[in-house]
Nanobody, 119 residues
Framework: QVQVAESGGGLVQAGGSLRLSCTAS????????TDWYRQPPGKQREWVAG???SGVTSVTGRFTVSRDKTKNAVNLEIDSLKPEDTGVYYC?????????????????WGQGTQVTVSS
């Protein structure tokens, strides 16, 4: 079974930076894409940034997605934090899993990690 978990959230001051981490665990897993979403309070979930499984780094404005091979993780770094960056940040991983010789697709969401930016 594939499991996805986020970590690194917390309370930070505006103007600072924060790094969130996403790990996917499970045997015989091939990752096609990792994406980060967020859900601000009272608003709908929105896409933040993403990277293909073969990628190393992807930059979208203040958001940088990078791969940490030593920890088998995909990180999201947010620079110049703003109060409107407050929300629950989710990681989603999609790919293929080899189950007894059959490749089956998966798309798993983590439980989310809270980021609160104070002004």
């Amino acid at each position: 079974q594939v499991q996805v978990a986020e970590s690194g959230g917390g309370l930070v001051q505006a103007g600072g930076s924060l790094r969130l981490s996403c790990t996917a665990s499970g045997a015989s897993v091939s990752v096609d894409h990792t994406d980060w979403y967020r859900q601000p309070p009272g608003k709908q979930r929105e896409w933040v940034a993403g990277m293909p499984g073969s990628g190393v780094t992807s930059v979208t404005g203040r958001f940088t997605v990078s791969r940490d091979k030593t920890k088998n993780a995909v990180n999201l770094e947010i620079d110049s934090l703003k109060p409107e960056d407050t929300g629950v940040y989710y990681c989603t991983v999609s790919g293929l899993r080899n189950i007894r010789g059959t490749l089956l697709p998966f798309d798993i969401w983590g439980q989310g990690t809270q980021v609160t930016v104070s002004s």
